[in-house]
């Protein structure tokens, strides 16, 4: 899960509020005003990183959602809510690796 609604919905209003603040100046101040939103941000991180790589390596592709969701046999809706944070399966970022001409690869690495 990326963020559970409530947190995505304040992280939005904090957002306009908060206009000509850096992205991390708002992240640091979501940390200090609201409880748990740190560990929501922490947990989500895993998520972001994938959603930011698969959308990376579309691009990259110079592909377009929905010739992206052709090649795998899908829709452009489900490209658009998988790079928005939707929860995939290994087969479905198979079959994205697939047609992307790339390896997938998913790893557990140590805690630092």
Do not use: C, H
């Not at 509020?17 to 740190?38: D, H, I, S, W, Y």
């Not at 809510?81 to 690495?109: H, M, P, T």
Request: charged share 25%; no cysteine.
């Amino acid at each position: 899960m990326i963020f559970d609604n409530i947190t995505y919905k304040l992280y939005y209003i904090f957002m306009k509020k908060l206009r000509g603040m850096t992205a991390e100046q708002v992240k640091q101040k979501m940390f200090n005003e609201k409880p748990g939103f740190r560990e929501a941000y922490e947990k989500s991180q895993p998520k972001f990183e994938l959603t930011r790589a698969m959308i990376n390596a579309r691009l990259k592709a110079n592909l377009t959602q929905e010739q992206l969701a052709i090649k795998i046999g899908s829709k452009q809706a489900v490209i658009s809510r998988a790079e928005s944070g939707s929860n995939v399966s290994i087969s479905f970022l198979q079959r994205v690796a697939n047609a992307l001409n790339l390896d997938l690869q998913v790893k557990f690495i140590a805690r630092t």
